[in-house]
């Protein structure tokens, strides 16, 4: 499946997440998980969730330098399906879904998931259960699937990062690394597929080039 223009993408990606997080409240409503409570402002936690969301994307743009196959076919794959309607997408488009992904990814898969596997089965079976379905619902190609995981392993590390549990920290890193990530995709969409939306004019008002 590929997106063709800005607005099925946002409406579908949107849509999709505001459901992962809806899914993520109720089901820890029903199983008795406060995982919306598990979110602490503090100014550690939120240096700690910039630095990951730093890392994590410096760790994942360096890797995709490497001669290695299946890491180009996951970047082809990515242009293909959301190249051209990132590319379409304004800064602010593209922050305020990585933010709804942020905080609806993390709410399920680590405020939910993880912790309420751990009330029955442990820790190392919540993280490792948590980020396997994590890399599961990123499943675009198996080399993705792998990485994303591996992903899902290092969200559910910082959820404990500070040594206080605090989903802060995994949410924020999370919003941080896919906002820097949509705007590399949304440059390199641009030069691949060239200026074919050069002569669109915005169709909202808060939109401005970047």
Known sequence: MSFQNREDFLHTAGLFEFSLL??????????SVSSVEQIQWTLPAT???????????????????????????????????????????????LALLSILAGIGEEVLFRGFLMTWIESWGGYWLGFGVSSFVFGLVHSVTWAYT???????????WLFDATGQRNLLVPIIAHALYDFLAFIAIAKEARKMFGDEQSQKKSETDNEFEW
């Not at 792998?146 to 559910?156: D, E, Q």
């Open 47 to 93: 240096m700690w969730g910039i630095l990951a969301g730093l890392a994590l994307y410096l760790l994942i743009t360096g890797l995709e330098h490497l001669p290695f196959d299946p890491l180009k076919s996951i970047q082809e794959t990515v242009l293909e399906v959301i190249g051209r309607p990132l590319s379409q997408c304004s800064l602010i488009e």
């Open 22 to 31: 809806v899914l993520g409240v109720a089901l820890g409503w029903a199983f």
């Open 146 to 156: 792998f990485f994303a995981t591996l992903a899902g392993g290092f969200l559910g």
